[in-house]
């Protein structure tokens, strides 16, 4: 069963900072690895969806990179703004199957 | 494009009652829709999948018979609560599958019940 971790349950840190968001997976068997952004009390937005054959994916100030062989992904944001305020999860999707397993998020305070 | 609605966002109902909730798909059509549940603090835990026009498939220690779904058009997909309980309350969003090879999956906003 796939598991996924995410580390650390918290971050807080100052505007401008520069953010690094870990997501860990069991399982490398993965047909994609995909990015959501939560706002409380809100659904999932999606920031970022990568292939399994693909190493990194960029939008705008972020940045997200995949080694499927070591089971892991790496959200990078660049100078936070408080804006970027949320909880951000990963989720993966196995070859053999449509589900996502889902980690359990990383909560972001940036301070102005 | 790739909008998913939910109906209600919010909704308190007694104990004992039933609640439905409904998903959309605003701009595409989607063949399977999932279901998952969010405790607070916690991640997305999927329910089942529903399908148009079959029967939807519930994940290991999902009472089907307590969380019914009827996906009975392409953009439509509902969650009925049945006799609902306090446990019961929780964040629940749906999400629709784009019909491309991707797989990729579009979300609600999610629906806040809260049994009393």
């Known amino acids: 069963k796939q598991e996924v971790t995410q580390i650390p349950a918290a971050l807080s840190v100052p505007e401008g900072e520069n953010l690094v968001l870990n997501c860990s997976f069991t399982?490398?068997?993965?047909?994609?690895l995909q990015w959501f952004r939560q706002d409380p009390g809100k659904g999932l937005t999606s920031l970022l969806l990568?292939?399994?054959?693909?190493r990194e994916q960029t939008s705008g100030r972020l940045n997200a990179s995949l080694d499927k062989s070591s089971g892991r992904s790496t959200l990078y944001i660049a100078a936070s703004q408080p804006g970027d305020s949320a909880t951000y999860l990963c989720?993966?999707?196995?070859?053999?199957?449509?589900?996502?397993?889902f980690g359990a998020g990383t909560t972001v305070t940036v301070r102005a | 494009g790739a909008v998913v609605s939910q109906h209600p966002s919010w909704v308190i109902c007694k104990s004992g009652t039933s609640v439905k909730i409904e998903c959309r798909s605003l701009?595409?059509?989607?063949?399977?829709m999932f279901w998952y549940r969010q405790f607070p603090k916690q991640s997305l835990m999927l329910m089942a999948t529903s399908n148009e026009g079959s029967k939807a498939t519930y994940e290991q220690g999902v009472e089907k018979d307590k969380f019914l779904i009827n996906h009975a058009s392409l953009t439509l997909s509902t969650l009925t609560v049945t006799s609902a309980h306090p446990e019961d309350s929780s964040f629940y969003i749906c999400?629709?599958?784009?019909?491309?090879?991707?797989?990729?999956?579009?979300f609600g906003p999610g629906t806040r019940l809260t049994v009393t």
């Open positions: 701009d595409f059509q989607a063949t399977t």
């Open positions: 989720a993966v999707r196995p070859t053999n199957d449509y589900k996502l397993s």
């Open positions: 999400s629709a599958r784009v019909p491309s090879g991707r797989w990729e999956q579009y």
């Open positions: 399982d490398s068997a993965i047909y994609n």
């Open positions: 990568i292939q399994s054959s693909q």
